[in-house]
Nanobody, 128 residues
């Protein structure tokens, strides 16, 4: 059974940084893509970053480029999202999701429909 647990959210002032963690279990980590998504108040869920575990290739949404780094630790079956400087509009619930990596598929894995499994989110609040 695929299990994902996001953590590391909290309250931070604008300009600050946060590091989110996604702990994964129940599947062969190297065969998957892990994505980070967020859903702000009254907004649709949007992709933030994704990483293909096997080759380390990454994708980021344009609004976060230069402010986000995604990385993985195979020994810990974990993915991290380092964010900063944060803006009030980054306030949202952040989720991590898992999708089996498909050979030959060159998508960015920044769309919710590309994922099969989701974990509960972690709240990030950025004050102005």
């Amino acid at each position: 059974e695929v299990q994902l647990q996001a953590s590391g959210g909290g309250l931070v002032q604008a300009g600050g940084s946060l590091r989110l963690s996604c702990a994964a279990s129940g599947f062969t980590f190297e065969d998957y893509v892990i994505g980070w998504f967020r859903q702000g108040p009254g907004k649709e869920r949007e992709g933030v970053s994704s990483i293909r575990i096997r080759d380390g290739s990454t994708y980021h949404v344009d609004s976060m480029k230069g402010r986000v780094t995604i990385s993985s630790d195979r020994a810990k079956n974990s993915v991290y999202l380092q964010m900063g400087p944060l803006k009030p509009e980054d306030t949202a619930i952040y989720f991590c999701a898992a999708a089996r990596s498909i050979p030959g598929y060159d998508g960015t894995y920044l769309y919710p429909w590309e994922y099969d499994d989701w974990g509960p989110g972690t709240q990030v609040t950025v004050s102005s």
